[in-house]
């Protein structure tokens, strides 16, 4: 049954730019991605379908609200055929956990069904398909190392990344990405003035102690919780830096190297919390 890894979003660090008509907030952020995820398998089907399952599954639709129906429809239409195909989603990730889960679902999706519908280059351009989806789209589509701006959907190159590692901690809870955006006060921010590279994890960590997640004390101001599961990153040893990524409520300790973060996630690990810690998709050669 051919499958498509659905990796974690991670925004080391998130201003908030602007507001526009539409009510959309523009942003500015360096995402990567981490080596855990979700996972979309695909098999043969008269129409489509699709099942979840997995330790978060329960919490998902199963319906077109769920982001891998909505794209697999988007990419039929756009390729002009009457397709079938039945969709399993694995849920690895927490659910409105700012780790872009289910954006990163319907990139894996879109990847997945162009190769099983075995659609020309041509016919659909997916990262055209993308933003229609969700802001987050983009980026996991591609779900390489990206600057994202305007409200997430364009993508720059990141600057040359040294390698460290990631401890993600979730405290059980999920948290709304409109409730955190309207919970926010104050003014905007303005773009990082980033380097073209880091010579390693603990310059790249001092660099980003300077940046933001805007986002982080409004996140905390629903979810008290975040503010106990960063303490717990800082207090462990070689945590470089703490914060959260996305509107939260999971949070990022950044470590020189992928053992030391994969160590502080056994260590820090509790019942009601969801621990992981590894490297990204894509390291530093």
């Not at 409730?179 to 980033?194: D, I, N, T, Y």
């Not at 986002?215 to 959260?244: D, M």
Request: hydrophobic share 45%; net charge positive.
């Amino acid at each position: 049954m051919p499958e498509e890894d659905a990796p974690a979003k991670v925004n080391l660090f998130l201003h908030v730019t602007g507001l526009l008509p539409n009510g959309y907030h523009t942003l500015d952020s360096l995402v990567v991605f981490a080596d855990v995820g979700d996972r979309v398998a695909v098999s043969p089907a008269p129409g489509l379908g699709l099942v979840i399952d997995g330790p978060f599954a329960a919490r998902l639709p199963v319906d077109d609200d769920n982001l891998v129906m909505r794209a697999a429809r988007r990419l039929a239409a756009a390729a002009g055929i009457a397709a079938g195909a039945s969709l399993r989603l694995t849920k690895q990730l927490p659910p409105s956990a700012g780790l872009g889960g289910g954006s990163a679902d319907a990139g894996a999706a879109l990847r997945l069904l162009r190769r099983f519908w075995k659609l020309p280059g041509g016919c659909a351009d997916l990262m055209s398909l993308a933003p229609g989806l969700g802001a987050d789209v983009p980026a996991c589509l591609a779900s390489v190392p990206a600057r994202m701006s305007g409200i997430g959907e364009l993508l720059g190159p990141a600057p040359a990344l040294p390698a460290f590692g990631l401890c993600l901690v979730n405290p059980g809870l999920p948290l709304a990405t409109k409730e955190v955006f309207a919970a926010r006060k104050g003014g905007f921010s303005k773009p990082a003035q980033l380097p073209s590279a880091w010579g390693d994890a603990s310059s790249l960590a001092t660099c980003l102690a300077g940046l933001r997640n805007d986002l982080e004390s409004p996140a905390i101001g629903l979810c008290p919780p975040i503010a106990t599961v960063l303490q717990a990153l800082r207090a462990e040893p070689g945590c470089l830096l703490a914060r959260v990524t996305g509107s939260g409520a999971t949070c990022f300790g950044l470590f020189a190297d992928a053992g030391a973060a994969k160590r502080a996630a056994g260590r820090i690990s509790r019942a009601d919390w969801w621990c992981w810690g590894g490297g990204l998709v894509h390291p530093a050669p």
